[in-house]
């Protein structure tokens, strides 16, 4: 969802979920949509693949 955010937020729109990421400024905005996205990434890499 952060990185819909990400994507949206170069548009000037916000998912009502993650508005108050921007609350902060456009810096720490971005700061943590990045962080959000890379945290997401090591999840599904870490947890999300069933051994077979």
Same mark, same amino acid.
Not at 10 to 26: E, M, T, V
């Given at each position: 969802?952060? +990185? &819909? #955010? @990400?994507? +949206? #937020? *170069?548009? /000037?729109?916000? *998912?009502? +979920? +993650?508005? =108050? *990421? /921007? #609350? =902060? !400024? #456009?810096? &720490?905005? =971005? %700061?943590?949509?990045? %962080?959000? *996205?890379?945290?997401? !990434? @090591?999840?599904?890499?870490?947890?999300?693949? @069933?051994?077979?």
């Amino acid at each position: 969802m952060s +990185l &819909i #955010s @990400a994507l +949206l #937020s *170069i548009f /000037d729109y916000n *998912i009502r +979920l +993650l508005a =108050w *990421i /921007d #609350s =902060w !400024g #456009s810096t &720490i905005g =971005w %700061v943590l949509r990045v %962080v959000l *996205i890379l945290a997401g !990434g @090591a999840m599904f890499f870490l947890f999300g693949r @069933a051994e077979e």
